[in-house]
Nanobody, 124 residues
């Protein structure tokens, strides 16, 4: 059974940092692109960041460019999202996802496997 399990979410003050982790089990994703999405209350799920299988390619949504960094450790079958300079508008449930493609995928329909999400709350 394939599982993606996010961790690292929580409550942080504006300007603070959090590091999210997504651990995969049930199969290896070392040849697959991975991504992070988020869904704020009352809003649709939106793309945050994506990374290619090797980590050599990354892409970020405009609102998080320069503040968030996606990375991966294929030996640990884990992908990370380092979030710095957090803002209240970053408050959302953050989801990890895996695609069957090896490259960078920025649309949710391109992802096959999804985690359950980890909540992030940024207070002002």
């Amino acid at each position: 059974q394939v599982q993606l399990v996010e961790s690292g979410g929580g409550l942080v003050q504006a300007g603070g940092s959090l590091r999210l982790s997504c651990a995969a089990s049930g199969r290896t994703f070392s040849r697959n692109g991975m991504g992070w999405f988020r869904q704020a209350p009352g809003k649709e799920r939106e793309f945050v960041a994506a990374i290619s299988w090797s980590g050599g390619g990354t892409y970020y949504a405009d609102p998080v460019k320069g503040r968030f960094t996606i990375s991966r450790d294929n030996a640990k079958n884990t992908v990370y999202l380092q979030m710095n300079s957090l803002k209240p508008e970053d408050t959302a449930v953050y989801y990890c996802a895996a695609t069957l493609s090896a490259g960078v995928v920025t649309t949710s329909r391109g992802y096959v496997y999804w985690g359950q999400g980890t909540p992030v709350t940024v207070s002002s």
